[in-house]
């Protein structure tokens, strides 16, 4: 069955550290998409980064960057630098090929990040 | 322009009350969504329409019913809810570019923060 794991549940930082929230995921299929999405005390969930499984290129954008190792079922984030305004919470979710309907996602339980300044 | 908007953004309703909750998206998207998110918790799926015929639902209580009158808009229709069913109330869209739409990322509107006494 799939299934995604965010096993922190808190992480509290001081500003300008270095923070990697991990992600574990479990699918039988071998065709998926991996999301990383931000809520931000606002609510709104914030679309971040997509990986598909056939691609484990490692990804930086800005002070983020995603890392995607397949043998590990993994695809961890890190922010360098880390800033006041990171603080929310951070959902991985994963996609399936079988649900051809349309986008059906799987959220992980989420790591709640704050930013101490 | 990746925007979803719902309205209201706060609602306060009795058990025997009939009120509606409105999502609205003009990027073209032809996926809707509705999830249910409880405090601390991930986003739950409601209902996924897909070109505006409904292609999961969630085992959802009937209590909810969801609408979409066009590629744009998206209802969900609330009656004799419970105080259980307090929680924050998110809309999001998606292109669903065919065969390929688990790939496509989800957009989500700011939600509807719902109590119910």
């Known amino acids: 069955a799939q299934k995604v794991t965010q096993a922190q549940t808190e992480i509290s930082v001081v500003e300008k550290e270095d923070v990697t929230l991990d992600c574990v995921y479990e699918t039988r299929d071998t065709t998926y998409y991996l999301f990383w999405y931000k809520q931000p005390p606002s609510g709104e969930l914030v679309f971040l980064i997509r990986r598909n499984s056939f691609d484990e290129q490692n990804e930086i954008s800005g002070r983020y960057s995603w890392n995607f190792q397949k043998s590990t079922s993994s695809f961890n984030f890190t922010i360098t630098a880390s800033q006041v305004v990171d603080s929310a919470v951070y959902f991985c979710a994963l996609s399936e090929a079988r649900y051809s309907s349309a986008s059906k996602i799987i959220f992980g339980s989420g790591t709640r990040l704050s930013i101490r300044p | 322009d990746t925007e979803v908007t719902q309205t209201p953004k706060h609602l306060v309703m009795g058990m025997t009350n009939k009120k509606s909750l409105k999502c609205e998206q003009h990027m073209g998207h032809r996926a809707m969504y509705w999830y249910k998110q409880k405090a601390k918790k991930p986003p739950e799926l409601m209902f996924v329409?897909?070109?505006?015929?409904?292609?999961i639902n969630e085992s959802v209580p009937s209590r909810f019913s969801p609408e979409c009158p066009n590629s744009s808009l998206l209802n969900l229709h609330l009656h004799a809810l419970q105080p259980e069913d307090s929680a924050l109330y998110l809309c999001a869209s998606s292109p669903r570019t065919g065969a390929a739409s688990p790939r496509d990322p989800q957009y989500f509107g700011p939600g509807t923060r719902l109590l119910v006494l």
């Open positions: 329409y897909s070109y505006e015929k409904l292609s």
